[in-house]
């Protein structure tokens, strides 16, 4: 049962990449090892960058 449930998970794992939604995680990893000198953005702020510059740039995507 065990390897069913850690299966899962990381199909859901995958599943969230494809998505992007890890795409925060990612901007704080790169963030910590860029060492810049200011704070992170919070992760509404990050979204809220996101979606406004694929508005103002779209490219190819479904939606």
């Known amino acids: 049962m065990n ?4 299966g899962f ?3 859901a794992r995958y ?3 494809v998505m992007g939604a890890d795409a ?3 901007y704080l ?3 910590a090892v860029s060492e ?3 704070p992170p953005l919070t ?3 990050f979204w809220r960058d996101h979606t406004d510059r694929q508005d103002s740039n779209p ?3 479904c939606c």
């Open 36 to 38: 810049h000198g200011d």
């Open 24 to 26: 925060y995680a990612k």
């Open 29 to 31: 990893e790169h963030h």
């Open 43 to 45: 992760e509404r702020e």
């Open 15 to 17: 599943l969230g990449g």
């Open 9 to 11: 998970r990381g199909f």
């Open 3 to 6: 390897a069913v449930v850690e």
């Open 59 to 61: 490219q190819g995507r």
